[in-house]
């Protein structure tokens, strides 16, 4: 399985992005996409989650209410919707994949991620 993001780039204060993960390699019945995000001499943290049924998403609560997560199985890609975008969302921003889905706190959790991307840069400007 190899996952790719893209979108990441340079905004200012307020402004918006859309982040886009890929999947290319096996399918699967039973999966979650999450969102993760590093920045530099911090530890990476969860942004987003999403289950491949979609009746379950997962936010942080540094971006609920601002960021927003879908996906569409058939395009094997997960979008990440970023609005109102501060200073300290200025991370690389990594797409991951968990097969199966233990429980919805496995979601939030980086260690039980199976897959992942080498990361998308976002940087937004004061």
């Known amino acids: 399985v190899r996952l790719v993001e893209s979108g990441g780039k340079l905004v200012q204060t307020g402004g918006s992005l859309r982040l886009s993960c890929e999947a290319f390699?096996?399918?699967?019945?039973?999966?979650?996409i999450g969102w993760f995000r590093q920045a530099p001499g911090k530890e990476r943290e969860f942004v987003s989650a999403i289950k491949w049924s979609a009746d379950t998403t997962h936010y942080s609560d540094s971006v609920k209410g601002r960021f927003t997560i879908s996906r569409d199985n058939a395009q094997n890609a997960v979008w990440l919707q970023m609005h109102s975008l501060k200073p300290e969302d200025t991370a690389v921003y990594y797409c991951?994949?968990?097969?199966?889905?233990?429980?919805?706190?496995?979601?939030?959790?980086?260690?039980?991620?199976?897959?992942w991307g080498r990361g998308t840069q976002v940087t937004v400007s004061a």
């Open positions: 390699g096996d399918t699967f019945d039973d999966y979650a």
């Open positions: 991951e994949l968990q097969i199966p889905v233990t429980n919805s706190q496995s979601m939030r959790n980086d260690s039980q991620y199976n897959y």
